[in-house]
């Protein structure tokens, strides 16, 4: 019988594999437990919401299939900020897309020779590797609203989620 | 005394299980509305190689879920606005669409359900997701569903899809 590797002689004796698995005192690793459980659902339900991607409108930045995380308090102390990727939910936040911030209240958004034009001006995109015909007009953003739109420019327009998205349905910033 | 304590909690324990038996069999109209949607997605579900009759049947079901009066509009980008007016519309574009696809899994997300002030009508707020194999595109769409309880069924009167990003 192998000794419990404490110096108390009232402790119960326990195996090896009974430490390994519940600890020297079971009333502690039950406590252990309930609190990694209670920890990790407030961090998961509250402060980094856990979503795997689906789709190819934010590749080459975000594959197919990967896991992800929504940091919720990304927007506690500023508002959202051009080049943001961020998750908008739809009527809950099972399902919710991942896009990128181009533009911001007041401004205007036009998509013209492979580029992004904010407020008449081409946007330096580094992260848009494909080259995009894109050609749409000018549209204004609303004073609520953030034009979000994928890194991948290469698909067709009408097969591409994009355009202006509430700003209370922005539920945070993908953190990787 | 402890037997006292020991009555409390039975009486407890019973008052518990007497309100679940009654919520059991008189669900709140929310629960009803999320459970005859979910159904209606299940009923929307082709299988790869149902045969054309199973088909049929199938979009042929979907009717019970509708108002004779029912209207749908779709309005997403890259189409044409479509609306369909009434039950036998709305039951053709079945047909013709289960004929069309070989296999669709549809799933309804997010149901919120606000329920009018007479509790006859209900607006109902949902995500829908259809995947077919093969086809590695995930179509999603919000939808906004006006439902309306005839003889202790809710129906669906009115389907408009809602924008997300605008």
Same mark, same amino acid.
């Given at each position: 019988m192998p000794t419990t590797g404490t110096n108390d002689k009232n402790a119960p004796s326990a195996g090896w594999g009974q430490r390994v698995l519940i600890g020297r005192d079971p009333r502690w690793t039950v406590l252990r437990i309930a609190i990694l459980v209670v920890v990790s659902f407030v961090v998961s339900k509250f402060v980094l919401l856990p979503i795997r991607v689906q789709g190819i409108s934010m590749e080459p930045t975000y594959k197919d299939h990967r896991v992800n995380f929504v940091n !919720?308090?990304?927007?506690?102390?500023h508002e959202p900020r051009r080049g943001d990727v961020v998750a908008i939910r739809t009527s809950d936040e099972h399902i919710m897309y991942m896009k990128r911030i181009i533009g911001l209240p007041g401004e205007t958004v036009a998509f013209h020779e492979r580029h992004a034009i904010i407020n008449g001006q081409a946007l330096d995109e580094p992260y848009v590797k494909q080259s995009s015909d894109w050609e749409r007009p000018t549209e204004p953003v609303g004073p609520d609203e953030y034009y979000v739109v994928g890194?991948? !420019?290469?698909?067709d327009w009408d097969e591409h989620t994009q355009g202006r998205a509430k700003r209370e349905r922005i539920v945070g910033k993908i953190l990787l | 005394m402890k037997s006292g304590w020991v009555r409390v909690v039975g009486l407890v324990a019973l008052a518990g299980l007497a309100f679940w038996g009654w919520r059991l069999l008189h669900p709140p109209p929310e629960q009803v509305i999320r459970k005859r949607l979910t159904a209606l997605a299940r009923a929307a579900c082709i299988s790869q190689g149902e045969s054309q009759l199973a088909r049929l049947a199938s979009a042929q079901s979907?009717?019970?879920?509708?108002?004779?009066d029912v209207q749908i509009t779709v309005d997403i980008s890259g189409h044409s606005r479509q609306t369909w007016n009434g039950i036998d519309e709305v039951r053709e574009a079945a047909i013709a669409a289960e004929a069309t696809v070989s296999a669709l899994k549809v799933q309804f997300f997010g149901i919120n359900v606000t329920l009018g002030p007479d509790h006859k009508s209900a607006a109902v707020e949902l995500t829908a997701e259809a995947t077919s194999p093969g086809n590695k595109n995930i179509e999603v769409q919000e939808l906004k569903v006006t439902m309306k309880k005839i003889k202790d069924d809710w129906l669906i009167r009115q389907v408009e899809t809602v924008k997300t990003l605008r």
């Open positions: !919720r308090l990304a927007y506690v102390f890194d991948n !420019r290469s698909m | 979907l009717s019970g879920y509708f108002t004779p």
